[in-house]
């Protein structure tokens, strides 16, 4: 049974990504998490970080036989639940045939993993956060 069906916007400021010859890798700034997804989830990724609805995704999604309904309802959990994305309003985007064709061409099923062994150093960002009177490193506060 589907449970997401909206629109989702990338949770918070502190949350960036890019896309390394077609697999995202999404960073969380404020607690050093990254994440890498799967080359279906990195399409799933792109696809509701732009605003295409849900349902529109997983109609799409499941007419190519990639990916069914019940494993993109499952994905989109996880990413809600990582913090990484947050239910939106506003108008929504087109999914687009270019990334149809490359979610139709995935071959790894839809997968997130979370790396924290980073976490520490990635949180210290000692290049931006350089205070006068606390001095270097200033380490930001997990959340």
């Given at each position: ?20 010859d077609?697999?995202?890798v999404?960073?969380?700034l ?12 990195s ?8 605003g ?8 799409a ?9 019940g ?17 939106a309003?506003?108008a929504?985007?087109?999914l ?23 976490a ?24």
């Amino acid at each position: 049974m589907m449970q997401q069906s909206g629109i989702y916007a990338v949770a918070s400021k502190d949350i960036v990504f890019e896309s390394f010859d077609g697999e995202a890798v999404v960073l969380d700034l404020a607690t050093g998490k990254y994440f890498g997804f799967s080359d279906s989830g990195s399409r799933i990724w792109e696809a509701l970080s732009s605003g295409v609805p849900a349902s529109e995704l997983i109609d799409a999604a499941t007419a190519v036989g990639t990916v069914g309904a019940g494993e993109i309802d499952s994905f989109i959990g996880q990413l809600l639940e990582f913090g990484l994305l947050v239910p939106a309003s506003g108008a929504p985007a087109l999914l687009s045939s270019e990334l149809l064709t490359q979610l139709a061409q995935a071959r790894e099923p839809l997968k997130v993993d979370l790396h924290d062994d980073l976490a520490d150093l990635i949180v210290v960002d000692p290049i931006h956060d350089v205070e006068e009177p606390l001095g270097w490193p200033a380490v930001k506060q997990a959340t």
